[in-house]
């Protein structure tokens, strides 16, 4: 921020030349897809060794599983043979997403002494180093992701080259982008003509999404440790090698954050599908033949849960409250009407983007029946819009009564 109110003039006097935005963009974006891939591919080969000590197929094929691994992160899912897998592994998908932030703030921050200055920029002058910069970074990762896939197809499977480009697009605009402007200084400068109520009201969402994702993931590892004697039957089942039960327990890793997704449309009462004609809910369970995936130990028995499973559908409103209330304690809003925009408009915004995420968290797994396999999206944004809206609000007039109640004198 500092780099960044200095004129370009005082730059120049003291000897400090500016880093080239094209490269430094550029190979930023390489370098943000490159770290994981990089690691995903040693993942993969050291799988491929630890599964039978090498006996079969050479080290390429492990490093191909790698990336396909990353690809499928992206979005590409895969076609083998013509069965079609979907599913997007999040897991994977959160350490990429965590190198695109970290390499673009940290292109941002070499970035900092382009285009105008503090001042410059509040005159209105125009500023366009941030897109610039989130378009040729785009451009760096999109090219290592198109090469990887090119290079990783194969006749007996298939890539969505298209699907790995959009998914790149999406994660540029919203971790790179904003990695850039916060590194760069810009957010800062920026974020002063934003009105205190929506600023407020999207740190409100944010502490509410947030809080309601903890609450899923822990729901579902208490899920999994009651099941937990169903995961080992399953292992035991595919009589998995010491190395074998190592790779199978990393793949089911990747899928521990669709995992909670599922069970956050569970707590908001839509639920999901386990493959075709099948649901899982709060208020019925019903399930087919299932594979023997481990964390599918986690899911409810069949028939209709209990009283105590049925009442779960209370934590989401009541988390949205808490979170809302928490924040707004740190930050107490100035009228009672600022208050209720920021806590129902957070908890609006918190809805919206919890249904983005569930949208994206399902998929095929399988030929058949488990072609369908996910929450019910349309149900599960309008249950997360009046959770969170109506916790939301109720949470921010409780505070704002709070605060007043004690602080008479300010009221």
């Known amino acids: 921020m500092t780099s960044l109110l200095l004129d370009r003039r005082d730059r120049t006097s003291t000897g400090r030349a500016q880093r080239p935005l094209v490269l430094i963009a550029t190979l930023g974006g390489a370098a943000a897809a490159l770290a994981p891939l990089l690691v995903c591919v040693a993942v993969g080969v050291i799988g491929w060794f630890a599964a039978d000590a090498g006996a079969h197929g050479a080290p390429r094929d492990g490093m191909r599983m790698g990336a396909v691994a990353w690809l499928m992160a992206h979005g590409s899912g895969i076609t083998v043979r013509g069965v079609a897998v979907g599913a997007v592994p999040l897991g994977l998908t959160v350490i990429c997403a965590w190198s695109i932030w970290r390499l673009g703030h940290r292109v941002g921050d070499a970035l900092s002494g382009h285009g105008p200055d503090a001042d410059r920029i509040s005159d209105g002058e125009r500023d366009l180093t941030v897109p610039l910069a989130t378009g040729l970074f785009f451009i760096g990762y999109a090219l290592v992701a198109v090469v990887t896939a090119t290079l990783t197809a194969s006749v007996e499977t298939t890539l969505s080259v298209p699907h790995v480009i959009l998914w790149s697009v999406a994660m540029t605009l919203a971790f790179a982008g904003p990695g850039i402007a916060i590194g760069s200084g810009r957010a800062a400068i920026w974020a002063t003509f934003v009105p205190a109520v929506i600023r407020q009201g999207a740190a409100t969402a944010i502490a509410i999404l947030t809080a309601f994702l903890a609450l899923s993931a822990v729901v579902f590892l ?190």
């Open 222 to 411: 208490v899920s999994l440790a009651f099941g937990i004697g169903e995961a080992a039957t399953m292992m035991s089942q595919l009589h998995l090698s010491a190395g074998e039960g190592i790779v199978y327990a990393i793949a089911n890793g990747g899928f521990l954050p669709n995992a909670s997704l599922f069970s956050g449309s569970f707590l908001l009462g839509p639920g999901f599908a386990v493959g075709g004609n099948t649901l899982v809910s709060p208020g019925a369970v019903v399930l087919g033949p299932l594979p023997l995936f481990a964390l599918l130990a986690a899911l409810p028995t069949i028939g209709t849960p209990g009283a105590v499973v049925s009442s779960l559908v209370w934590l989401p409103p009541l988390v949205a409250a808490l979170a809302t209330m928490w924040w707004q304690r740190r930050h107490p809003a100035l009228t009672w009407l600022e208050a209720a925009l920021r806590g129902c408009g957070g908890g609006i915004v918190a809805g919206l983007a919890f249904a983005v995420l569930a949208s994206v968290a399902g998929g095929a797994v399988g030929p058949g029946r488990m072609r369908f396999v996910g929450p019910f999206v349309p149900e599960v944004l309008v249950a997360a819009i009046t959770a969170f809206g109506l916790g939301g609000l109720l949470g921010a007039l409780v505070m704002a009564w709070y605060h007043r109640r004690s602080t008479p004198e300010e009221s």
